[in-house]
C-alpha cells in the first residue's frame, strides 16, 4: 500500500504545475474581471486548477463550431479571433477569451489562431461548476462577473455592427 502511496504522488507531482507558474497565472486573473472581488487566495486556487498549453504562431486554437469547454485566459503572445476570414478581435496577454464555454457547452462562434507564440491556461467549465457547487456565496461574485463579462462583450459587438451598418450607408 506504501508504494502505491508513493507512486501517486510521484504522479501528482510529475503533473503540478509549477509554483511560479502559479503565481505568475494568479497575478493576470487578478487583473481580469472575471475575478474581481476574490482574496489572491481563491485566485491562486484557480489558477492551480487551470490547465496550460502553448501554441505556435499560426496554429489554430480553436474553429467555430468546436464545442467549447470552458475560457481561455491568454498568458503570453496575441491571439487572432476571426470569423470567415475577418478579423474580430486581438486578444492580448491578461485577456480572458471564449468565456461563454463557462456558461454552457454551445459550440464556438468564431476561430481563434495564434498570432505569434502563446501561452494559454485553459478554465474548464467542469472545473468551474465543482467550484461553484462547494462554494455558492462566491459563486455569486464570479457568475455577476461573467454576466458583466459577457454585456461588455455585447456592447462592443453592437457598437463594430453600427460602425459597418453607418460605414455601409454612407457608400
Known sequence: MAEKAQT????????????SWIEDTAKKCEEN???????PTVIRWFAAKMHPRTYDAGEMIFHAGDEGAGAILLRSGSIAIRNNGHDLATIQAGDMFGEVALVDGQARTADAVAMESCELVFLLRADLNDWINS??????ILLKNLGAMLAGRLLESNKN??????????K
Open 8 to 19: 501517486n504522488a510521484l504522479w501528482h507531482n510529475f503533473f503540478k504545475p509549477k509554483d
Open 33 to 39: 474581471l472575471l475575478f474581481k472581488g476574490f482574496s
Open 135 to 140: 462554494h455558492p456565496k462566491h459563486a455569486c
Open 161 to 170: 455592427l453600427s460602425k459597418v451598418i453607418s460605414e455601409g450607408a454612407s
